[in-house]
């Protein structure tokens, strides 16, 4: 009698994508702005989201603010509230738990699941599951997203951008090669821009045409991650869902640029201090403190000028960090040199509880710092941001001045 073996459920695989997040998390604040052209970034001086209805006025990510202002008076500019967005990606991610527990958080708007074989326990087809949580993240939060199902993460992210916003896509095994035949090899998940060029060369332009390469052609062209995804296409699951939540991280980093460009010494000194004031924030959300800091200004000639600080106790309170850097600005600052970036990175995070003592009273001076800035940070949480601040960086908040670089990100998330 021929032996009998169990046919391997196929996998099925969540992605979920936030529609033009930041935006969406401002409208669910105030509905208002509901329908209207908006687009956050005014304290970097760049647009950073923009709503699709600003998309269709012809404005861009990276566009300057000031100029925005002068072609399209009728747009809404709103600053970014970062704290915010955290707290609803969080509650987005808690109700794909409600149906998931394999749930990895991809970026601070987008997630996969790894539903396989939850249809029985839940008494629901997969469909059923990805429409119930799109309809409750909708209905609780107010955000719109785009959910797509497939059998492996890479077809699952095809899904979920082939109809946005607020689209619902199903990819099967046997439905793939007709979505992938519409597909630019260019918007699959992990090719970039080189391996798109060297793909062209070699006559593939659709994410089909390289799915149906055999796998040698792929061993000889390509490098191993690439069949990987090859596989992937090819409705073979070999990237896994990790749920784990990252929580170890090396550096904070805040940055601006600003319009009209300056020399102002206390100017540059206040943005520096601003930095550094909403870098230990960010560091305090995560439990984290910094051993080494470092400090730039960028000139109107693109030039950098630099300096690294070690920290002689480890902290996230900007008290100390501040007088480090007052002490070493002239290293970088020069009397005849136009600036137009400032920039602050905390380096060496470690956990706020890996501290040692010290002989001079260190730690009892940074411990009451600590005390003072976990009240300042209940205070914000509970009235808003910037109701307590340095008498250094008051100078930055009173002083706005437009941003130019669509190249300077302001680095909000904490860098692996």
Not at 187 to 196: L, R, S
Not at 328 to 340: A, D, E, P, T
Request: charged fraction near 25%.
């Amino acid at each position: 009698m021929p032996k009998v073996t169990k046919k391997r459920r196929e996998k099925v695989i969540l992605h979920m994508d936030g529609d033009a997040f930041f935006v969406a998390c401002e409208v669910a604040k105030n509905p208002k702005l509901r329908g209207f052209p908006v687009v956050t970034g005014q304290e970097r001086g760049i647009v950073s989201a923009l709503s699709y209805e600003a998309k269709a006025l012809g404005v861009t990510r990276g566009y300057p603010i000031f100029k925005l202002k002068k072609h399209f008076p009728q747009v809404i500019i709103l600053p970014g509230d970062y704290e915010c967005y955290a707290k609803l990606s969080s509650q987005m991610f808690d109700i794909v738990r409600r149906y998931a527990d394999d749930v990895e958080e991809y970026s601070i708007d987008e997630c996969f699941a790894n539903l396989t074989g939850l249809d029985k326990p839940l008494y629901m087809s997969y469909k059923e599951i990805g429409e119930r949580i799109k309809r409750e993240i909708t209905g609780e939060l107010q955000l719109s997203v785009t959910v797509g199902l497939a059998p492996t993460k890479v077809l699952a992210k095809v899904a979920s951008k082939w109809q946005k916003p607020n689209g619902f896509t199903i990819i099967t095994r046997e439905t793939a090669p007709e979505f992938l035949k519409e597909t630019s090899i260019s918007k699959i998940w992990g090719i970039g821009v080189q391996t798109t060029n060297f793909l062209h060369g070699k006559g593939i332009d659709t994410a089909l045409q390289f799915a149906e390469k055999n796998v040698e052609w792929v061993r000889e062209n390509l490098s191993s991650p690439y069949e990987a995804l090859w596989l992937e296409l090819n409705s073979v699951s070999v990237m896994k869902v990790n749920p784990e939540t990252k929580s170890d991280y090396s550096s904070v980093q805040k940055t601006r640029t600003f319009y009209p460009t300056t020399n102002d010494k206390i100017f540059l000194l206040s943005q520096l201090s601003k930095h550094i004031e909403d870098a230990c924030k960010k560091a305090r959300h995560y439990s984290l403190v910094a051993k080494k800091f470092s400090f730039f200004l960028k000139s109107q000639d693109f030039k950098y000028f630099s300096y690294s600080v070690d920290l002689p106790i480890p902290t996230a309170s900007p008290e100390p960090i501040v007088e480090l850097m007052r002490l070493n600005f002239h290293k970088i600052w020069s009397k005849g040199v136009i600036y137009r970036t400032t920039g602050a990175t905390l380096f060496e995070l470690v956990s706020c509880r890996v501290t040692q003592k010290d002989l001079f009273g260190g730690i009892d001076k940074e411990n009451k710092l600590e005390a003072v800035h976990k009240t300042i940070d209940d205070l914000e949480n509970k009235f808003g941001k910037r109701i307590v601040y340095l008498g250094s960086t008051h100078d930055a908040l009173k002083s706005k001045r437009e941003g130019t670089d669509v190249n300077d990100l302001n680095r909000n998330l904490l860098f692996l």
